[in-house]
């Protein structure tokens, strides 16, 4: 409870007092004085609690903002670990391709090499092939 919610009801009941006594005792300028002091009084009540509805709603939006920004971060650093885990793996899984390329193509060299007959008839029938698939049409 903040000054002026307090200040207020104080003010209102004061302004109860003086129109219930200026009744009493027939005192209408006491009556008017304190209904003065009764409207003051709650308007004075009801800015105190404006005020702290206020200073609530900036508080819970402090909140909001601190745990959006802590969520921020959480989800900035989970995209980075979980990028830097991927790099890893596509760093990983080329080698693993390029170590398997250079096995498939010493295999083949060799097969070649031992098969040079062959290998010299199926390169000038492929050479043959493009060369025809090449030539330009009449």
Same mark, same amino acid.
């Given at each position: 409870?903040? #000054?002026?919610?307090?200040?207020?009801? =104080?003010?209102?009941?004061?302004? +109860? /007092?003086?129109?219930?006594?200026?009744?009493?005792?027939?005192?209408?300028?006491?009556?008017?004085?304190?209904? =003065?002091?009764?409207?003051?009084?709650?308007?004075? !009540?009801? !800015?105190?609690?404006?005020?702290?509805?206020?200073?609530?709603?900036?508080?819970?939006?402090?909140?909001? !903002?601190?745990?959006?920004?802590?969520?921020?971060?959480?989800?900035?650093?989970?995209? !980075? #670990?979980?990028?830097?885990?991927?790099?890893?793996?596509? /760093?990983?899984?080329?080698?693993?391709? +390029? #170590?398997?390329? /250079?096995?498939?193509?010493?295999?083949?060299?060799?097969?070649?090499?031992?098969?040079?007959?062959?290998?010299?008839?199926? =390169?000038?029938? /492929?050479?043959?092939?493009?060369?025809?698939?090449?030539?330009? #049409?009449?």
């Amino acid at each position: 409870m903040n #000054s002026d919610r307090l200040e207020g009801g =104080v003010r209102h009941l004061r302004g +109860r /007092v003086k129109t219930a006594t200026g009744a009493l005792r027939g005192n209408p300028g006491r009556q008017f004085d304190g209904a =003065v002091d009764q409207v003051a009084g709650a308007a004075q !009540y009801a !800015y105190g609690r404006a005020r702290e509805t206020g200073e609530d709603l900036r508080r819970d939006g402090e909140h909001l !903002y601190e745990e959006g920004r802590d969520r921020a971060r959480a989800f900035a650093e989970e995209a !980075y #670990s979980r990028g830097e885990a991927f790099a890893d793996e596509a /760093v990983q899984r080329s080698r693993n391709i +390029r #170590s398997r390329a /250079v096995h498939h193509g010493r295999h083949l060299a060799r097969r070649a090499d031992d098969n040079r007959g062959t290998t010299l008839a199926l =390169v000038a029938a /492929v050479a043959f092939g493009i060369g025809w698939l090449a030539r330009p #049409s009449r």
